[in-house]
């Protein structure tokens, strides 16, 4: 009875340390993800916000400018990568505390909630980002396309949506981990 409980006690023991080592790997990982998702979003954020080309038309002495603030879904993009931006720095520092302190519970939760949030704000600001450089692209009935005559704004804008699009990705995961921290405690 005695050898046992004494091979039941070792085995809860190295049970237990591999559960520390996943969620510090967990941990981690949440926080590479974070910075990585906040370097994308402010790079979709500065390159959407500072795109702009000027055409000159020879025949007349006019100048049409292309910016972003031109269309307000790009507007809106430029906005919702900020706020995710903002956030993802801001949250950082809760990432290397669940890395110290791993079983901070309520904390990972609050994250999750808000990753959720932030994930639902960047996909709607990229969806409506991709249907504008869609038409840009496109010739439309309406449209002339735009990107046969602003080809530097148009590589831009379209730059500046893959960058959103990755963002999205590791916001996912990030959101998966921090699922999988919680269900192993």
């Not at 939760?109 to 692209?137: K, N």
């Not at 916001?171 to 999988?180: D, P, R």
């Amino acid at each position: 009875m005695k050898a046992e409980a004494v091979e039941s006690g070792e085995a809860s023991t190295i049970i237990a340390a591999p559960k520390r080592g996943i969620n510090r790997g967990i941990s981690i990982a949440d926080l590479i993800l974070r910075g990585v998702a906040a370097i994308g979003t402010f790079a979709s954020a500065l390159t959407m916000g500072t795109t702009s080309e000027t055409l000159t038309i020879f025949t007349q002495p006019i100048m049409i400018r292309a910016k972003y603030n031109d269309l307000p879904s790009l507007t809106f993009f430029v906005i919702a990568n900020s706020i995710v931006c903002g956030y993802l720095v801001l949250s950082i520092p809760l990432s290397i505390s669940h890395f110290i302190r791993r079983e901070a519970r309520i904390t990972r939760i609050i994250l999750v909630i808000f990753d959720t949030a932030m994930v639902e704000l960047l996909t709607a600001g990229a969806s409506a980002a991709t249907v504008v450089v869609y038409l840009a692209h496109k010739r439309n009935a309406n449209w002339l396309a735009i990107c046969q005559q602003f080809n530097n704004f148009c590589e831009r804008i379209s730059g500046s949506l893959i960058g959103s699009f990755a963002s999205i990705i590791m916001i996912m995961l990030i959101i998966i981990t921090s699922a999988v921290a919680l269900s192993r405690h």
